[in-house]
């Protein structure tokens, strides 16, 4: 007979952090976020003044009939919040996902890009 605490907690659904890569490229911050099993309907992304959050969920769906020998594949929670400062321009914030992986391309404001200083000879 298994053991009633195991099961239980076998039975809740992780919350878990999604490892990430951050890039800054070209006037821009791309985030890179590994996301296995999530789709696009099971994703929330959201931007509350200076709080970037994120959350998906991956569901796992088993099929009828048989016994699983062994059962690692499991449903999740993935959740990742990122405090953004005022350089990132809140309308210039795109979401994409594809093979698992969510890429957030961040715009940053035009007056906080790098800009090269002309020199005057005289």
Do not use: W
């Not at 039975?11 to 999604?18: F, I, K, L, N, S």
């Not at 994409?96 to 391309?105: A, E, P, Y």
């Amino acid at each position: 007979m298994a053991d009633k605490n195991l099961q239980k907690r076998s039975e809740t659904r992780p919350t878990v952090r999604a490892c990430c890569d951050v890039l800054e490229n070209d006037g821009e911050i791309t985030l890179k976020l590994e996301m296995p099993g999530v789709t696009k309907d099971g994703l929330n992304v959201n931007i509350d003044g200076d709080q970037l959050e994120i959350r998906g969920m991956r569901d796992v769906k088993r099929p009828e009939g048989g016994n699983y020998l062994i059962h690692e594949i499991r449903e999740a929670d993935f959740y990742q919040v990122y405090t953004i400062d005022e350089t990132i321009d809140r309308n210039k914030i795109d979401a994409s996902l594809k093979h698992g992986i969510l890429t957030l391309k961040l715009g940053v404001k035009e007056s906080q890009k790098p800009r090269k200083i002309e020199i005057a000879a005289k």
